[in-house]
């Protein structure tokens, strides 16, 4: 019986050992190197790797919904995780919701193939887990929080579950700062509306001495008819940048350390590696750079917030590229 073929959309990096230069030019499923050099089938890079991958990182905006709206083949694919055993874990930059508010809005969308909660790792568990690590060496200082319930629910968590009875070093909006405590840490976190009194709260306590971290390198978000929402971390990090002059670290994707808390959750309890390990994302600043640089294959998919042009003049070049996680579902049940 004859194989069928594979989606002219799928495009990979050929394994044939080239130049830099020569394997970034490998675009669109043609070589264009001044060299003449044949390229394998696509169905045979794929039949060579996508069948040897046994775990997933995904993300989730732009991969698996837009705006609430399943994309073409999530549902199916995260089936056939679920059914096969298959570990996976989604990877973002999401703080707003807990894990299991986050689940029960992906049950509305996917039914009994959602994730759980266990399934879900966001850029408020990076942040939970950065301070624990703080407190677990020491510190002993308040935190001042922009952000939402997701966010808040994971720094308290952060002190609790390490030897503290109470989340009184978390403090948001015009809560009193408790007797004979400073605020050492401020963090800036998606929220849904913007409030300038405490933006400006937040300010002083960084124009005092408190350190500033955010939980994501965006300026917006994008609503479904095209408008702009500012509540992400970068607008009023940059602002602190220019009118205060600090500085500020990223506790989100693509910063290392939220890769590691995800690999210790995904391979835990398992004999796979980092090379068993295919990332599946829609961003080439966030998604496919955190991959390459913590050397895990991963695949674009152009359903989110990537073009084909833009992918075309990016230095960073994913390994596979699909449409969407349907055409990788088709790819990797085939040669599975």
């Not at 955010?214 to 978000?221: A, K, N």
């Not at 940048?241 to 350390?257: A, D, I, M, Q, V």
């Not at 590229?321 to 599975?336: P, Q, R, T």
Request: aromatic letters at 8%; a neutral charge.
């Amino acid at each position: 019986m004859s194989k069928p073929s594979v989606s002219p959309r799928v495009r990979a990096q050929t394994h044939q050992p080239l130049s830099h230069i020569e394997r970034f030019k490998l675009v669109g499923g043609s070589f264009t190197s001044g060299m003449k050099r044949k390229v394998p089938s696509k169905s045979k890079l794929l039949q060579a790797n996508l069948s040897e991958y046994r775990a997933f990182l995904l993300d989730m905006d732009g991969v698996l919904h837009r705006h609430h709206e399943p994309i073409h083949g999530a549902r199916k694919f995260l089936s056939m995780l679920k059914n096969n055993d298959i570990p996976y874990l989604l990877l973002t930059n999401e703080d707003r919701h807990t894990n299991e508010d986050l689940s029960n809005k992906l049950h509305e969308i996917f039914g009994d193939a959602c994730p759980t909660p266990d399934h879900i790792y966001s850029a408020a568990n990076s942040s939970r887990d950065f301070f624990a690590r703080l407190i677990r060496h020491g510190f002993n200082g308040s935190v001042y929080v922009i952000g939402e319930a997701g966010l808040i629910q994971n720094l308290k968590e952060a002190y609790m579950k390490n030897g503290h009875p109470s989340a009184g070093n978390v403090l948001t909006g015009l809560e009193e700062l408790p007797k004979d405590s400073s605020i050492e840490y401020v963090v800036i976190g998606c929220v849904h509306a913007e409030n300038t009194r405490h933006v400006e709260r937040a300010a002083d306590f960084v124009r005092q001495g408190a350190r500033l971290v955010h939980t994501c390198p965006d300026y917006y978000d994008t609503y479904p008819d095209g408008r702009y929402s500012f509540g992400m971390p970068m607008t009023t990090v940059h602002l602190f940048e220019e009118t205060l002059g600090c500085t500020s670290y990223n506790l989100g994707k693509p910063n290392p350390h939220m890769i590691r808390m995800a690999q210790d959750l995904l391979l835990k309890g398992t004999t796979l590696q980092w090379k068993d390990v295919l990332f599946v994302g829609d961003s080439i600043n966030t998604d496919i750079r955190t991959s390459i640089e913590n050397g895990i294959d991963c695949a674009l998919v152009l359903s989110g917030c990537t073009t084909e042009e833009q992918l075309k003049r990016s230095p960073l070049y994913p390994n596979y590229v699909f449409e969407d996680i349907g055409e990788l579902s088709k790819a990797y049940k085939f040669f599975d």
